[in-house]
């Protein structure tokens, strides 16, 4: 054979070399579109699931609110005070970001922050004690992004103790700001 020869058949299997290797980053691409996908999916379950979650745990309260109907929910935590108290302590603080970070999923969600006294105290004073409270709470949700039209007060001073005792266990318990949803 000659050398003209030779050079075109080493061209011919060269170019037949690279025509059937193509490069797989084409394959490469799929699969992470296909996880990306796959990946938002079960976001959107995941969302959709906290959602519903959230919905169940709406109960109606018996009476109505500032706002007009009220509605609990076991996702929303109590924040306590010490007696005659209304700064914000730290293990608080944590449960308001936890309301924030709820509050921050449903952006049309609305709700009222009511604060409450324990039984010492003139009837006057207790309620007063109560609104601070109830702001306090209102202002640091505030400080964490959650808009404040979103947001009302009302203090019910010592009118409505969650528990009935008269002991410093109950008092405890009845120095609280409570968040409730209210109705659209």
């Given at each position: 054979m000659t050398k003209k020869s030779l050079i075109i058949?080493?061209?011919?299997?060269?170019?037949?070399?690279?025509?059937?290797?193509?490069?797989?980053?084409?394959?490469?691409?799929?699969?992470s579109v296909q996880k990306e996908a796959a990946k938002a999916e079960a976001e959107r379950a995941k969302e959709t699931k906290a959602k519903e979650q959230f919905e169940k745990s709406l109960v109606a309260e018996k009476t109505p609110g500032i706002a007009g109907e009220v509605f609990e929910s076991s996702l929303l935590?109590?924040?306590?005070?010490?007696?005659?108290?209304?700064?914000?302590?730290?293990?608080?603080?944590?449960l308001l970001k936890e309301n924030a970070a709820l509050l921050s999923?449903?952006?049309?969600?609305?709700?009222?922050?009511?604060?409450?006294?324990d039984e010492r105290g003139?009837?006057?004073?207790?309620?007063?004690?109560?609104?601070?409270?109830?702001?306090?709470?209102?202002?640091?949700?505030?400080?964490l992004g959650i808009s404040p039209a979103r947001i009302s007060t009302i203090s019910y001073g010592k009118e409505k103790p969650l528990d009935p005792g008269?002991?410093?266990?109950?008092?405890?318990?009845?120095?609280?700001a409570h968040t409730v949803v209210t109705a659209k």
């Open positions: 058949i080493f061209i011919l299997c060269f170019g037949l070399i690279m025509i059937g290797c193509p490069k797989k980053t084409a394959m490469k691409e799929e699969p935590k109590d924040i306590h005070f010490d007696f005659d108290k209304y700064d914000i302590r730290p293990g608080d603080a944590a999923k449903y952006p049309n969600v609305k709700v009222q922050v009511e604060g409450h006294c003139t009837v006057e004073y207790n309620l007063a004690l109560g609104e601070r409270r109830a702001n306090h709470a209102k202002n640091y949700l505030v400080s008269h002991n410093e266990a109950a008092w405890a318990k009845n120095r609280r």
